[in-house]
């Protein structure tokens, strides 16, 4: 892979990368960490990538981790469940954003990845490295809570 | 409020993308090198595997110079015989070679000479400890907070600089956990020495603990192995007070 493909594939991925960032961190300066973070990553390891039809869920992947490491990073200064949580004020929705960030976060990201971006149970389920079957009950119960947290509202 | 969960459309969850958030995005992505090499090896891999086998080394071969004994004893017993079992071995196995990591020998060659088989037993010991001390020191290297690491390099250190001022006493607890650790067992060598060379030829490769294991056992010879275990006790204790010494000078805990 060379360097403008590389940046294409970044470029189409974008607007993906920066939901599924958003709804692990809610934060936006942790959000452009990760960001960089993954392409960085991505680009070091990119003869592990064996198709280049796979890029997306490969990406996300990374980025999961990246996001997952940012966090870490962070926990240090401040505990997460004193950061108050953040809507995006632009969110089409506000009302759905808050039911969604409601959801735990391992529910959540089978929702997103799934609902949101489109993916298959195979690819959202090679994107978190966990089996289809465990996917798609994750999802099931990921649904139930947001019709919970909807209804509550 | 209740709301119809198939009408829903998730993406109105998210706003669109900020400008600052894709503009990151894209730097990120445009400054990646085309000459950058594909990372398979680092040099931090290199310098980890240094210094597990240098520990391990250091620790059998200080153990084994002190155990070994290689000429003393054979001052007294002027016999040459090669050990019935060894002799078994070399005979099924004339020809045969033998690899323990990246060396091959003939255990003809290595075993039967009284001046390389205590090394033939040193190479052996080694190579079983490794894998252990390797979990140890890696996990103590992945254990250095990146900031640190990073805050030498824009001090300017260079690797050598970044491995003793800063890398080395950041692990020190864990250097010190291994050293301890091996320099005991590699007292303690006795297994290989009854399975594979029963501490011959010439007694070159008998161990304290193998003595004292003969002369109980086999002689029944009590006094004798009475003594030993008390010198081996003492040696090994000093060793651990010594380490314990440097702990307190040499080692910093975070």
């Not at chain 1, 981790?65 to 469940?81: F, G, I, M, S, W």
């Not at chain 1, 990201?109 to 993916?119: H, K, R």
Request: with cysteine.
């Amino acid at each position: 892979m060379d360097k403008g493909s590389f940046i294409a594939e970044i470029e189409a991925c974008s607007e993906m990368m920066y939901r599924v960032a958003w709804s692990i961190l809610r934060n936006e300066t942790d959000v452009q960490d990760a960001l960089q973070d993954a392409t960085l990553k991505a680009w070091e390891k990119r003869n592990r990538l064996r198709e280049e039809r796979y890029f997306r869920t490969w990406v996300i992947r990374i980025l999961i981790n990246a996001c997952y490491d940012t966090q870490r990073k962070h926990r240090k200064v401040v505990p997460l469940e004193k950061v108050p949580l953040q809507i995006p004020a632009s969110a089409a929705d506000p009302e759905l954003a808050m039911a969604l960030e409601a959801v735990p976060e391992k529910l959540r990201l089978p929702l997103v990845l799934c609902y949101s971006e489109g993916m298959s149970y195979e690819e959202a389920a090679e994107a978190l490295g966990i089996p289809t079957a465990t996917l798609r009950g994750r999802l099931r119960r990921g649904k139930d809570a947001l019709r919970k947290e909807l209804k509550a509202e | 409020m209740k709301r119809d969960m198939e009408a829903l459309n998730l993406r109105n969850a998210f706003g669109p993308m900020p400008e600052a958030c894709r503009d990151a995005l894209m730097t990120a992505a445009r400054s990646v090198r085309e000459e950058e090499p594909v990372k398979r090896f680092t040099v931090r891999t290199a310098l980890i595997a240094a210094c597990i086998i240098l520990a391990t080394i250091a620790a059998a071969i200080a153990a084994g110079s002190i155990f070994g004994w290689n000429d003393f004893f054979s001052i007294f017993y002027g016999d040459t015989r090669v050990p019935q079992a060894a002799q078994e071995i070399m005979a099924s196995a004339q020809e045969e070679t033998f690899t323990v990591g990246p060396a091959t020998f003939k255990i003809q060659e290595r075993f039967a000479d009284r001046h390389t088989a205590m090394a033939g037993i040193l190479m052996l010991t080694v190579w079983m400890g490794i894998g252990f001390n390797y979990v140890l020191i890696l996990n103590a290297f992945r254990g250095i907070p990146e900031d640190v690491i990073g805050c030498a390099r824009l001090d300017g250190a260079g690797p050598l600089r970044m491995l003793f001022s800063i890398q080395l006493p950041l692990i020190s607890p864990t250097l010190l956990y291994v050293v301890c650790t091996n320099m005991i067992q590699a007292m303690m060598t006795s297994g290989p020495v009854m399975i594979l060379t029963q501490g011959g030829p010439s007694r070159s490769t008998t161990t304290l603990i193998y003595l004292m294991y003969t002369a109980g056992y086999r002689s029944a010879n009590y006094s004798l192995a009475a003594c030993v275990s008390l010198v081996a006790f003492a040696l090994t204790f000093g060793f651990a007070v010594m380490l314990f010494w440097l702990e307190g000078r040499r080692v910093t805990y975070q």
